[in-house]
């Protein structure tokens, strides 16, 4: 006998009343899709149908990476492939939850696409016999129980464990409950269906389905009537299970649904660089921000559907774990709940976006680091929103923290948001002959010194010791000097994007005035401003970090180090720098041809490193609740026995040098920006004559 079994056997007139219902429910299902979809479309256009080529791609490439192996879900590094990396990259993180929905979803699939081809089999063409067959029913049988285990290990963490980032719900542990009764009855289906043939009959071929098969041991005392009747019956039940799942599912938008909107989500993410806000088109728009839930786009409408509250966002938010009111999958979740308000009750609720459903307390405590969106298996986008939310108070409300408005305001006047300083975009260059562009526009690259390192007193150390190394390494370079205006970043990410774009038009002339290429900062918002987000208006320019520059400097030889001061050094990974533009390898690679030095990890390092707490404009506001996020930062770096901190940005080195003094740890520790570091020691650039130069 050839091993096979018979789809509908023992069920009298199962293809005539099944799939009609199938139907039925598939109706159901669709038009629930449909629902959601106008639902979505109350939102303002977004055009993500651009660059499909691009996007499908992108598609495929994460539904492969964070889908089928669930690299977010087990919290492996988002970017082994920029980086030298080890096998402690590859290490989960998040072991745990990893492994949980991994044998779910991958469960889930494989018991889907066995059922896909027992009815092609069945239909089409029949291959499902012999060998093919007792494969294909040790695979399914594996995987069912594979669902089964990772359904009890979601429970046990939610109900017993209950770690802090989940707030179980009803909804949770019918999603979970659904998922185990489908396929456990699934299994007593085959459970009788082999107690009463293949057991009698051909026992080997039992041995193939093991889940049936330790069910059929039970069953077998049973009559053969007795065993058909429970079979016809189960297989109803089973049947019925399934069916009313999926339209409970429908009906009631259970979470179930992020099987269906995240792939749509990763789908319609942003190509954009990460670093990019949207910009408001200032002559046609008629609202500034979010006020009301409609003002957000159909994308971030979406986004509310696709959040599953895993919790990863909140857990390595700084702001909520330095006590602060903001919780990204709260947020997240309080603003779907406001959308499914307006459904309900439209133009009837009296709850105002803005104070009611977000306070502000939680719109300006996000130091907009991005690692929310760094961990979120679904791409959700938080920041956007938040941004929008900050716009609406800027610009419609003019309601802002008065710190805040008072650096807006300096940008306007001043053009820095440096209110009070004495200091000259020049001041730190005296000495050093370099001229600016005004005096010598014959160069070949520029040097966008940025506010805070021309015009605040710790700051003005990086920008010298940048100067002193680009002259060492022969580089034909000026700077704008007292023409440099803020390149806009504080008043984007503080709401304020008129003034921005005001920054960002007279920046863009006066460098296409010079005629300037390319541009070199020790500032990652700088670059992150002029990289990526002055071409939305037109300033396309070639942008390196300065560490990036150092870097190639060294490996070009055109930078030598002989000698350096011994000790421990950690590297604090700057968020704009990090996270937002994939920089992490060449401030490493400059200290570690350092001599004589030790380089230590922090444990929150690349793209998990924690912020300092300045980003979002944050430098320019006061830390009124919980703790100060750069003091937690500092505690970290601590943690490594470092005596030294580098950094590569300015608004770090503030924050973590305020930091040092707060924790009065200024005997043991330090902190110093890797431009610093590398001045500080024995530099020699092959000249002519071979030179050394000391500094």
């Keep these: 006998m050839v091993p096979q079994r018979e789809i509908f056997w023992n069920i009298l007139y199962g293809d005539l009343i099944l799939y009609p219902l199938a139907v039925i429910v598939v109706g159901i299902f669709i038009y629930a899709i449909y629902r959601r979809y106008k639902l979505w479309r109350l939102g303002t256009p977004d055009n993500r149908f651009a660059h499909l080529d691009r996007r499908l791609w992108a598609f495929i490439v994460t539904g492969v990476v964070d889908g089928v192996l669930h690299r977010r879900f087990f919290g492996v590094g988002d970017n082994l492939g920029h980086r030298s990396f080890s096998i402690k990259d590859f290490l989960p993180k998040e072991l745990y939850p990893g492994v949980m929905h991994f044998l779910i979803f991958v469960g889930c699939i494989v018991l889907l696409l066995g059922a896909f081809v027992d009815f092609i089999s069945h239909y089409l063409f029949h291959f499902m016999h012999g060998g093919f067959y007792l494969g294909y029913s040790v695979v399914v049988d594996a995987f069912g129980i594979l669902v089964l285990v990772g359904a009890t290990l979601a429970i046990v963490r939610r109900y017993v464990q209950k770690p802090d980032r989940l707030d179980s719900t009803n909804e949770d542990l019918i999603a979970l409950i659904l998922i185990g009764v489908v396929v456990f009855t699934g299994f007593i289906v085959e459970g009788f269906r082999i107690a009463a043939t293949e057991l009698k009959t051909t026992p080997s071929w039992a ?70 806000l949207v910009p ?10 979010a006020a009301k839930i409609e003002d957000f786009t159909w994308k971030q409408l979406m986004d509310l559907d696709a959040c599953t509250r895993c919790g990863r966002c909140q857990d390595i938010c700084p702001a909520y774990s330095s006590g602060k009111p903001l919780s990204p999958k709260k ?41 929310c969106q760094e961990v979120c298996p679904v791409y959700v986008e938080h920041i956007g929103k938040i941004i929008d939310l900050r716009r609406n108070l800027v610009l419609e409300q003019a309601s802002i923290p008065e ?4 650096a807006l305001r300096s940008i306007e006047n001043r053009g820095h948001p440096w209110r009070g300083t004495t200091l000259t975009r020049t001041g730190w260059a005296q000495g050093l002959d370099i001229k600016t562009l005004a005096e010598d526009s014959d160069i070949d690259i520029l040097y966008w010194v940025g506010c805070t390192e021309a015009l605040v007193d710790r700051s003005m150390k990086t920008a010298q010791a940048m100067g002193r190394l680009l002259k060492q390494a022969g580089v034909k370079f000026g700077i704008l000097g007292d023409e440099e205006s803020c390149c806009g970043d504080p008043a984007r990410r503080l709401g304020n994007e008129y003034l921005f774009q005001i920054q960002a038009e007279k920046n863009i002339e006066l460098l296409k005035r010079y005629n300037v290429k390319k541009i070199v900062t020790a500032c990652p918002h700088c670059y992150n401003t002029l990289k990526n987000e002055y071409p939305q208006f037109g300033g396309e320019f070639e942008v390196l970090h300065h560490t990036e520059l150092i870097a190639s400097l060294l490996r070009e030889g055109r930078l030598k180090i002989i000698k350096g001061s011994r000790g421990v050094i950690t590297y604090h990974d700057s968020c704009y720098l990090g996270r937002y533009n994939d920089i992490y390898e060449p401030p490493r690679q400059i200290l570690n041809n350092m001599p004589d030095i030790e380089v230590v990890e922090m444990e929150r390092n690349r793209e998990r490193s924690f912020c300092c707490g300045a980003g979002g404009g944050n430098m320019w506001m006061e830390e009124h609740i919980g703790r100060r996020i750069s003091e937690m930062r500092i505690e970290q770096v601590m943690e490594t026995g470092a005596q030294v901190v580098a950094t590569a940005c300015p608004f770090c080195l503030q924050m973590l040098d305020d930091a040092i003094r707060a924790k009065a740890a200024e005997e043991s520790l330090k902190v110093m920006d890797v431009a610093e570091l590398l001045a500080g020691s024995a530099i020699y650039r092959p000249y002519s004559g071979a030179e050394m130069v000391r500094e």
């Design 207 to 276: 041995l193939w389905s093991p889940g049936g098969f330790i069910l059929a041991r039970a069953f077998s005392g049973l009559g053969e009537q007795t065993l058909l009747l429970w079979h016809r019956i189960t297989w109803w039940a089973h049947m019925v299970i399934a069916l009313g799942a999926i339209t409970y599912v429908s009906l009631y938008w259970n979470k179930l649904w992020h099987i269906i909107v995240s792939p749509l989500n990763v789908f319609f993410r942003s190509l954009e660089p990460r670093g990019a």
């Design 280 to 289: 408001i088109d200032l002559e046609t728009a008629e609202s500034f921000g």
């Design 331 to 371: 947020i997240t979740q309080d603003l779907r709940g406001s959308l499914l308000e307006r459904t309900r009750n439209p133009g009837n609720s009296n709850r105002a976006l803005i104070g009611d459903v977000v306070t502000k307390d939680e719109i300006w405590a996000c130091t907009t680091c991005r690692a």
């Design 403 to 406: 710190t805040a408005e008072r």
